[in-house]
């Protein structure tokens, strides 16, 4: 046998059995990383999920809590301009009394 010969059956006999049995390995690791990954990744989804729903929730609240804060606010402004125009009648009265009491 020749040296080649030699040295290709050393590689055959003992070192690719061994190179299979590693990559046999590395095969069921990522296979079980691979089905961890994708049971974190469903329970993540899940919590994103129940997260989101309870952001859209909030935000629902908060639209309606505007709502009610516009109407009110709308209703104060109304009551205000309403005082206001009051405010100028009993104004404009006063000066009316004013002027004829200052003429009579």
Do not use: T, W
């Given at each position: 046998m020749s040296v080649v010969e030699d040295v290709r059956q050393v590689l055959q006999d003992f070192i690719a059995p061994e190179l299979r049995a590693v990559n046999t390995r590395?095969?069921?690791?990522e296979s079980r990383l691979s089905a961890n990954?994708?049971?974190m990744s469903a329970?993540?989804?899940g919590r994103?999920?129940?997260i989101n729903i309870r952001l859209d929730a909030m935000d629902q609240r908060f639209d309606d809590l505007i709502t009610i804060m516009d109407t009110r606010f709308g209703s104060l402004s109304k009551d205000v301009a309403q005082v206001k125009d009051m405010l100028d009648i009993d104004r404009r009265l006063t000066r009316?009394?004013?002027k004829q009491s200052q003429v009579a």
């Open positions: 590395l095969d069921a690791i990954l994708d049971a329970r993540s989804d994103f999920n129940a009316l009394e004013s």
